[in-house]
């Protein structure tokens, strides 16, 4: 988030002799001076989300520039915003998780950052559109943006055009105009034990390459399985059909804030409304019902939507201890094959 600010200062320092108030901020219909002031007003309303651990509605305050600020006056105010924010990041633990309304009424510190340096970059873009400026950040700022709170969009080989694209600010070759839009901060659901927190493409991505994903586990994990489940999350993100709703979520202790295992479906509901859902957990979470737990909870999310009609899970057939977790979940047993059995839960009419 620092480098986006950074970006937009280098880049709006140069026009701040230039008139923003009577020059529209590009496909906008604001002007390019309130637009730089909306983006310091973000940065400032996030760090406060952060820093009060507001939980149920944006904190009520706003920001009010002095009478007289000049332009380069509007972006000192955007370089002090923004390390605000980047210092209420650095000092939010990583479990906490604030008010936003899109789409899940939550984010954490890096669903925040993403946030901030998502209305820094577009905004930014927004005025060097009107100034007649060439404004074109760092490639990696944009790919974090996206793979962090864009991952309903397919990803695209150059990430800021995707980005614009994705906010209805530019066309993309082959691919229809954006008129409406919105980000996606990752799910989270909440047990008594758990938070089953949505692993997100760019956490995949880092699963996949042998990493933590951003979360601290318990030793032996993550397991293979979550591994593996990310590779397909991230196949999904590729083809443009990844859905996080029908993700995968990493079984997070509330105790002590370290994953114990994944647990997430194969794929969005068929047309008959049957989805998948598979799980695992490291060696040493084992045991304490913690499978159990999670896959009730998920279960029971996924049978009060509309599209989901039964939830199915194949197990291996000398896999004893995993046909308990599905048992004591309320699933039964449907089929039976060589290799594995299927289990199945069905909505309650």
Not at 112 to 123: K, N, P, S, Y
Not at 212 to 238: C, H, M, N
Not at 291 to 315: C, G, K, P, Q, Y
Request: one cysteine or more; hydrophobic letters at 40%.
């Amino acid at each position: 988030m620092e480098e986006a600010v950074a970006s937009c200062l280098a880049l709006l320092g140069t026009a701040t002799d230039r008139d923003w108030d009577g020059v529209k901020a590009g496909r906008l219909e604001w002007s390019c001076r309130y637009t730089a002031e909306h983006i310091a007003d973000d940065l400032i309303s996030y760090a406060g989300q952060l820093a009060g651990r507001a939980q149920h509605a944006y904190v009520p305050f706003a920001l009010t520039l002095d009478d007289g600020t000049d332009n380069s006056g509007v972006l000192d105010v955007i370089r002090t915003t923004g390390a605000l924010l980047a210092a209420a990041i650095r000092t939010t633990p990583r479990e906490v998780r604030a008010f936003h309304p899109y789409p899940f009424r939550s984010a954490d510190r890096e669903g925040f950052a993403a946030m901030g340096t998502a209305e820094v970059l577009l905004h930014t873009h927004d005025i060097a559109e009107g100034l007649g400026l060439t404004y074109q950040p760092a490639p990696e700022i944009s790919e974090f943006v996206l793979g962090r709170i864009f991952p309903h969009v397919r990803p695209g080989a150059d990430h800021w055009r995707t980005l614009l694209w994705a906010t209805g600010r530019a066309e993309l070759p082959g691919r229809a105009p954006v008129t409406d839009w919105r980000w996606s901060n990752n799910l989270v659901h909440t047990t008594d034990r758990l938070t089953l927190q949505g692993i997100t493409p760019r956490s995949a991505g880092d699963l996949v390459s042998g990493g933590d994903g951003g979360f601290e586990w318990i030793e032996g994990g993550p397991y293979q399985g979550t591994r593996e489940a990310s590779t397909f999350l991230l196949k999904a993100y590729v083809s443009g059909v990844h859905r996080p709703e029908f993700g995968v979520f990493a079984l997070v202790r509330r105790e002590d804030g370290r994953a114990v295992g994944g647990m997430g479906f194969h794929g969005v509901p068929d047309e008959e409304g049957r989805t998948e859902i598979g799980y695992d957990l490291a060696e040493g979470a084992r045991g304490q019902g913690y499978a159990t737990e999670a896959l009730r909870a998920l279960s029971e999310w996924a049978l009060a939507r509309d599209d989901v009609r039964t939830v199915f899970a194949m197990i291996e057939r000398d896999n004893l201890a995993s046909q308990a977790v599905v048992t004591r979940a309320g699933f039964k047993k449907v089929s039976e094959e060589d290799e594995e059995f299927g289990y199945e839960l069905g909505r309650t009419e």
